[in-house]
């Protein structure tokens, strides 16, 4: 099966777990906190990619009510739970290496842990895209596990479900971000507890600074 299709497929089926162990982490709600902060009270207009169950959405509103939140996500159990936990914003399915289809503009967007599920050449595509997607000095989230892109791999869940799993170098993504005319603002490591270890989870805080 293709890596994209069996990772896909295992986020419709999980997507109710995904609620019940997300929804109400807040590990990374400073970081979410930064990038509400540094919103100017014009940009409300938000775009969310890969939404999940809305968790991040719900958080964002809780902060600043009056945003404008468009969000997407691949699978259609996880877009009918976030429509659930977040009336006043907006879903749709979607696959975000589509974005290029669309013709809004976004005054900032959001992007949590969509790079470990996509491959190095559609990471810089998303990129590409959200540079298109931005208005001027637009505010862009980005979250994703720095590694060798060597130890990417199926991974397998309490459920026994897979999902393909991609590393990306801090080196690699910064490039790419430079490339794409951001500046990054702020960057966090968030330790995200594994059983008797830990993991680093990195963030990054940018602003569109020119058009490609």
């Not at 540094?38 to 938000?46: C, G, P, S, V, Y």
């Not at 595509?125 to 130890?151: C, E, H, M, Q, R």
């Not at 080196?171 to 005319?181: A, D, P, R, T």
């Amino acid at each position: 099966m293709d890596k994209y299709k069996e990772t896909f497929e295992t986020w419709n089926k999980i997507a109710n777990l995904y609620q019940d162990k997300f929804m109400d982490l807040s590990l990374y709600d400073e970081t979410y906190d930064f990038f509400c902060n540094i919103l100017k009270d014009n940009q409300i207009n938000i775009f969310e990619i890969g939404c999940g169950p809305g968790n991040i959405t719900k958080h964002l509103l809780s902060k600043k009510p009056n945003l404008k939140i468009t969000a997407i996500d691949i699978a259609p159990k996880m877009i009918e739970l976030a429509k659930a936990n977040n009336p006043t914003a907006s879903f749709k399915v979607m696959d975000t290496r589509k974005l290029d289809e669309i013709d809004e503009k976004f005054d900032a967007i959001m992007c949590g842990f969509c790079l470990p599920y996509l491959s190095e050449t559609d990471s810089s595509k998303l990129l590409y895209d959200v540079n298109k997607l931005l208005t001027k000095d637009g505010v862009f989230y980005l979250s994703f596990i720095n590694g060798a892109p060597s130890k990417s791999g199926y991974i397998s869940g309490s459920t026994g479900d897979r999902t393909y799993f991609y590393y990306h170098t801090l080196e690699y993504i910064k490039n790419q971000l430079f490339k794409n005319h951001f500046k990054i603002l702020k960057s966090f490591e968030v330790k995200y507890p594994k059983a008797d270890d830990f993991e680093i989870h990195t963030i990054i805080i940018g602003e569109k600074i020119g058009s490609i």
